[in-house]
């Protein structure tokens, strides 16, 4: 089996990018489902990341650190019970970007 990412970014000119990426490849599925949740901390971690710098460089910050809740979500899809995750997120700057995750077989 495999695990792929498939990440989608719209620009606000609604100009698309697309980017298939092979995770990993195993023929144990709870290993790949637990790689597939590392790497969902991963980005969410690189993006709060993100989103923290950017109010760190405002003239007027109103908390140390910044976080919008509701700006990344699991997208509510029978994915999950076949073995796959869906999320989207939204920038401050008009960006959308849906990750997708799925484990295939061979």
């Known amino acids: 089996m495999r695990l792929f990412c498939t990440i989608c970014s719209t620009d606000w000119k609604g100009r698309p990018t ?11 599925r709870d290993y ?10 991963r980005w969410q971690k690189i ?3 993100s989103d923290n710098e950017i109010a760190k460089e405002d003239e007027e910050p109103t908390r140390e650190e910044w ?3 509701d700006k990344q979500w699991e997208m509510s899809q029978p994915l999950r019970s076949l073995d796959g ?4 997120t939204k920038g401050s ?3 959308l970007t849906t990750v997708v995750y799925h484990i295939l077989p061979d």
Do not use: K, Q
Request: aromatic share 2%; proline share 3%.
């Open 18 to 28: 697309h980017n298939l990426e092979l995770l990993s490849t195993s023929d144990d």
């Open 32 to 41: 790949l489902v637990g790689h597939m949740d590392e790497d969902v901390l």
């Open 47 to 49: 993006d709060l990341d």
């Open 67 to 69: 976080a919008v809740p």
């Open 85 to 88: 995750r869906s999320f989207v």
């Open 93 to 95: 700057d008009g960006d």
